[in-house]
């Protein structure tokens, strides 16, 4: 059992960053794929990156590439996400999620463990 804690979701001018947290607990971090995705108000929950059990392969939705980031520190046990040139259209509720999956995976029914959400807000 995997549990996901998100935190540093906020308010932020269009334009601006913000860096999302997610720390997990147990001692088998290492052993899980990690993503992040979002849902907007009267929108499915959708992909927006994903990252290796090692770190050394990642993912990205295609309305934040070169703009988002997502690491993960296995020593910390925390995966983040660097959200820069934030849009009002990033405005969303931020999941992380784990898989036990080998490869990197995009789809929400591939992940099992799920944290609970942090709202990022992106005014304009």
């Known amino acids: 059992q995997v549990q996901l804690v998100e935190s540093g979701g906020g308010l932020v001018q269009a334009g601006g960053s913000l860096r999302l947290s997610c720390a997990a607990s147990?001692?088998?971090?290492?052993?899980?794929?990690m993503g992040w995705f979002r849902q907007a108000p009267g929108k499915e929950r959708e992909f927006v990156a994903a990252?290796?059990?090692?770190?050394?392969?990642?993912k990205y939705a295609d309305p934040v590439k070169g703009r988002f980031t997502i690491s993960r520190d296995n020593a910390k046990n925390t995966v983040y996400l660097q959200m820069n040139s934030l849009k009002p259209e990033d405005t969303a509720v931020y999941y992380c999620a784990a898989t036990r999956t080998i490869v990197v995976v995009t789809r929400t029914g591939n992940y099992d463990y799920w944290g609970q959400g942090t709202q990022v807000t992106v005014s304009s």
């Open positions: 147990g001692r088998t971090f290492s052993s899980y794929a």
């Open positions: 990252i290796s059990r090692s770190g050394g392969s990642t």
